[in-house]
């Protein structure tokens, strides 16, 4: 079993940052994909970014590309979401989800992952 805690979550005017971290516990190993999906209020969860297991490859949805940054730290299993140039849209619930699969190109769908945390909020005030 894997534990994803997520934290970072916060209030925040539009244009400014803030930095997600989710770090794994349990029966972890460093050779699993790291995903960050949100989901706001009535609507569907999607993904953001994903980052591979040596942290290699990276890969983010349109609508964050050149704003959000994804990378991890392997001392500690841990993965970071670097948010910049935050949109009111962008507000919503943030989770962070393992893969256990070892993918060399990390996967945007929500059933590629295994584990999921209970997410932290976002908030982006216009």
């Known amino acids: 079993q894997v534990r994803l805690l997520e934290s970072g979550g916060g209030l925040v005017q539009a244009g400014g940052s803030l930095r997600l971290s989710c770090a794994a516990s349990?029966?972890?190993?460093?050779?699993?994909?790291m995903g960050w999906f949100r989901q706001a209020p009535g609507k569907e969860r999607e993904f953001v970014a994903a980052?591979?297991?040596?942290?290699?490859?990276?890969y983010y949805a349109d609508s964050v590309k050149g704003r959000f940054t994804i990378s991890r730290a392997y001392a500690g299993n841990t993965v970071y979401l670097q948010l910049n140039s935050l949109k009111s849209e962008d507000t919503a619930v943030y989770h962070c989800?393992?893969?256990?699969?070892?993918?060399?190109?990390?996967?945007?769908?929500?059933?590629?992952?295994?584990?999921w945390g209970q997410g932290t909020q976002v908030t982006v005030s216009s």
């Open positions: 989800a393992a893969d256990n699969f070892a993918r060399d190109y990390p996967s945007d769908h929500p059933s590629h992952y295994d584990y």
């Open positions: 349990g029966r972890t190993s460093s050779s699993v994909t």
């Open positions: 980052i591979n297991w040596r942290g290699s490859n990276t």
